[in-house]
């Protein structure tokens, strides 16, 4: 079926580096959105992308979305120990003449202070 | 306060005892669904519901059953349980089906089956 590739699936900066994560679908996205999970709680709705190759921003925090509604990109600049955990990327998708919500398998950040 | 509540939120139990995890949503959602997570696989979805009465599987249904027979209250069900169904198990609610809805999700359950 379906995927949402993310890439890397870890990354461990020190504090003050910048940090980017990586989605990539094979198909074309209706929407992309990305998801924030700390340490031993749930996913938590960060943003939503819908336009080819719109960027918005939330402070130190930059989300793109490809021209070709394929591919998407979160980036953190200068990383702070708050910034710590998991982030997914979610594609909404036509399947089987229904919308699907695929989730990417996430990058797991940890900051070193 | 808007939010999705399950329960239990942690279980352990043993093979073949059948158990339910419970969702219910406050925000009058229309759309509900049920995701496990494991290390390196993400969130896999594994039920859903676009409304009362209507539910349809994800990627990952077999050995689960739901029911959405209220809006609310969306429960899954393991009849069986066996030890690959041990797992961090999240409850979601979105307003509607339409794509432009961020999901909401519950604390998790963690499952463990031995």
């Known amino acids: 079926g379906q995927q949402v590739m993310q890439i890397p699936q870890y990354q461990h900066v020190q504090e003050g580096e910048d940090f980017t994560t990586y989605c990539n679908s094979s198909?074309?996205?209706?929407?992309i959105q990305w998801y924030k999970q700390r340490p031993g709680g749930h996913p938590v709705f960060l943003i939503q992308?819908?336009?080819?190759?719109e960027v918005k921003k939330q402070k130190r925090l930059t989300f793109q979305f490809g021209e070709a509604k394929k591919n998407s990109s979160l980036h953190i600049t200068a990383t702070q120990t708050t910034d710590v955990g998991t982030y997914f990327c979610?594609?909404?998708?036509?399947?089987?003449?229904?919308?699907?919500?695929?989730f990417g398998k996430g990058t797991k950040l940890t900051v070193n202070p | 306060e808007a939010q999705v509540t399950q329960n239990p939120r942690y279980l352990i139990t043993v093979t073949g005892k059948k158990l339910t995890v419970t969702c219910s949503q406050n925000?009058?959602?229309?759309?509900m669904s049920w995701y496990r997570q494991d290390p390196g696989l993400g969130l896999r979805q594994i039920y859903y519901?676009?409304?009362?009465?209507?539910?349809d599987k994800g990627d990952v249904p077999e050995g689960y059953k739901v029911s959405r027979k209220e809006k609310r209250n969306f429960p899954l069900i393991l009849e069986s349980p066996s030890p690959n169904q041990t797992s961090l198990y999240f409850c979601?609610?979105?307003?509607?089906?339409?794509?432009?809805?961020?999901?909401?999700f519950g604390d998790g359950t963690r499952l463990s089956i031995l």
């Open positions: 979601a609610s979105s307003p509607d089906r339409r794509s432009n809805q961020p999901q909401h």
């Open positions: 198909t074309t996205l209706s929407n």
């Open positions: 992308l819908v336009k080819s190759g």
């Open positions: 979610a594609g909404r998708t036509l399947q089987g003449g229904s919308e699907k919500l695929v």
């Open positions: 925000m009058n959602h229309e759309y």
């Open positions: 519901s676009m409304n009362v009465e209507v539910t």
